[in-house]
């Protein structure tokens, strides 16, 4: 099992996940971070620390995120990898909980 990242992050970018990932399986996009699945060794650290909530477990996503199981694993490959905090995107509370970002997301 992996770890998703999921709608929720986009527009929101938050990167205190990255920080704590012993195996640096974050990859960074415009807008979006993803996970590389076959890197993520499960130890749970990333998801308490996303503040927008938008890490989950890939047996355990929100009804209706599964296709990003694909969409993390996908972009881990074109994206570069991220270790270490930024700061988020200035509008990134407002993006918070909004629903239908897919859309926006930038490859």
């Known amino acids: ?7 929720n992050c986009i527009k929101c970018k938050y ?3 990255v ?5 640096d399986c974050f990859h960074e996009g415009p807008n979006f971070l993803v996970i590389d ?7 749970t650290l990333c998801e308490p620390e996303c503040p ?5 477990p890939e047996d355990d996503l929100p009804e ?3 296709h990003f199981i694909k969409l993390n694993a996908e972009l881990s ?3 570069p990898v991220i270790t270490e905090q930024k ?13 239908g970002k897919l859309e926006l997301l930038e490859r």
């Not at 099992?1 to 709608?7: A, P, R, Y």
């Not at 920080?19 to 195996?23: D, G, K, L, N, R």
């Open 1 to 7: 099992m992996t770890f998703v990242v999921v709608e």
């Open 15 to 17: 990167t205190d996940c």
């Open 19 to 23: 920080e704590v990932c012993p195996v």
């Open 37 to 43: 699945p076959e890197e993520c060794i499960d130890c």
């Open 52 to 56: 927008a909530e938008a890490i989950y």
């Open 64 to 66: 209706g995120q599964e």
């Open 77 to 79: 490959l074109e994206w």
């Open 87 to 99: 700061d988020p995107p200035p509008d990134a509370t407002e993006w918070d909980g909004k629903e």
